[in-house]
T-cell receptor
Framework: AQSVTQLGSHVSVSEGALVLLRCNYS??????LFWYVQYPNQGLQLLLK??????LVKGINGFEAEFKKSETSFHLTKPSAHMSDAAEYFC????????????FGKGTRLHILP | NAGVMQNPRHLVRRRGQEARLRCSPM?????VYWYRQLPEEGLKFMVY????????ESGMPKERFSAEFPKEGPSILRIQQVVRGDSAAYFC?????????????FGPGTRLTVT
């Protein structure tokens, strides 16, 4: 079975500082991996996804994530935080070539300090 | 091109009543997914439907919950005899085709409160 663990339910960084949100996955078969962002009272928006091509994936809003099979990790980073990045971030996994569910982590709420 | 639409955005029901949540997928999308988000939790998959068919309902509670996606009209998630534990945000997503290479687009959610 697939699962996702996000380390830290809340992360605070200063504006302009590096953002690092951690995600580890468990999957017995090659996974697809996703990061979604959820702003207050809104639905989820896809930030980026890994689909077995390049291990370093670039997404929207300056975010990127690196797939590391040896560490079973897919951490999300951004070099310089902006106030507008304050939101909840979800890491998710699904199985290649399956056509249904995505398994989500519990989420990390990112706070940006002025 | 309108995105995924859900209504109502907020729904309040008393214990024992029925809740009906509607989801209109993006234009051209025939695959619909329902997820539930409990407070302080991630989204949990409930059901995957294509037009007139339930493909995977492994995440649906065995009782009181049902879903449909008729040939015409929106997808409906129906919860009968609601209880306090049903209070959550319910999100619908749609995609153009099967296979998870195709992005699932999420609606804004319906926040159900059971009093």
């Amino acid at each position: 079975a697939q699962s996702v663990t996000q380390l830290g339910s809340h992360v605070s960084v200063s504006e302009g500082a590096l953002v690092l949100l951690r995600c580890n996955y468990s999957s017995s078969v090659p996974p697809y991996l996703f990061w979604y962002v959820q702003y207050p009272n809104q639905g989820l928006q896809l930030l980026l996804k890994y689909t077995s091509a390049a291990t370093l994936v670039k997404g929207i809003n300056g975010f990127e994530a690196e797939f590391k099979k040896s560490e079973t990790s897919f951490h999300l980073t951004k070099p310089s935080a902006h106030m507008s990045d304050a939101a909840e971030y979800f890491c998710a996994v699904s199985i290649m070539n399956r056509d249904d569910k995505i398994i989500f982590g519990k989420g990390t709420r990112l706070h940006i300090l002025p | 091109n309108a995105g995924v639409m859900q209504n109502p955005r907020h729904l309040v029901r008393r214990r024992g009543q029925e809740a009906r949540l509607r989801c209109s997928p993006m234009k051209g999308h025939s695959h619909v997914y329902w997820y539930r988000q409990l407070p302080e939790e991630g989204l949990k998959f409930m059901v995957y439907l294509q037009k007139e068919n339930i493909i995977d309902e492994s995440g649906m509670p065995k009782e009181r919950f049902s879903a449909e996606f008729p040939k015409e009209g929106p997808s409906i998630l129906r919860i009968q005899q609601v209880v306090r534990g049903d209070s959550a945000a319910y999100f619908c997503a749609s995609s153009a085709s099967a296979g998870n290479m195709d992005e699932q687009y999420f609606g804004p959610g319906t926040r159900l409160t059971v009093t």
